[in-house]
């Protein structure tokens, strides 16, 4: 199963970037070369009649420009503000301590018509992050067939925000606590 295959080639790295944090660190299943292909086939064949990939800086742009690419579909970035070099449209969210903002080009979608849109992150934790990227893509017309993550922490109740937004989510590996 795809989800114990995950879970087995990630590394915990406790207390980082603080005590008390356990930090997923992916670079482990990155670098196995047949188990990223696996996870890469996994949303690409699942996901065929989107129009577009986006990614949501920075892990998701490993995995959401691999599945644009075994889709031949596009891949739209979504980076953190001052980032992108041409006009944009941004988002706040909130994070612990404050705000961050993610944009996104005002020509993302290259003028096609109500594009379906599937949005790739390597995790989702609170939600807000993805919660910011789904309306931005609403924003230049986007709609958002669903979100896909690596893994999910069920326990901090990120998903509902999407769901709230009517946003389909699918987490290959979820963490209950």
Do not use: W
């Amino acid at each position: 199963m795809l989800a114990e295959k995950v879970k087995k080639a990630i590394r915990d790295i406790p207390d980082y970037p603080k005590k008390g944090i356990i930090f997923k660190d992916i670079t482990t299943l990155l670098n196995n070369g047949e188990l990223f292909a696996e996870v890469v086939d996994y949303f690409a064949n699942k996901y065929k009649d989107v129009d577009f990939v986006c990614g949501i800086e920075s892990r998701g742009f490993i995995f959401g420009g691999a599945i644009a690419y075994a889709m031949k579909k596009g891949f739209v970035p979504l980076r953190k503000k001052g980032k992108l070099p041409y006009t944009t449209v941004s988002e706040k969210y909130a994070l612990e301590y404050g705000f961050d903002e993610i944009e996104i080009h005002i020509d993302a979608f290259k003028n096609i018509k109500n594009p379906k849109v599937l949005l790739i992150d390597d995790l989702i934790a609170t939600g807000g992050t993805a919660e910011a990227a789904v309306k931005l893509i609403q924003k230049v017309g986007g709609e958002v067939l669903a979100a896909g993550f690596l893994i999910e922490l069920s326990f901090l109740d990120g998903v509902k925000k999407l769901e709230n937004l009517g946003v389909k989510v699918d987490s290959i590996l979820k963490i209950n606590g």
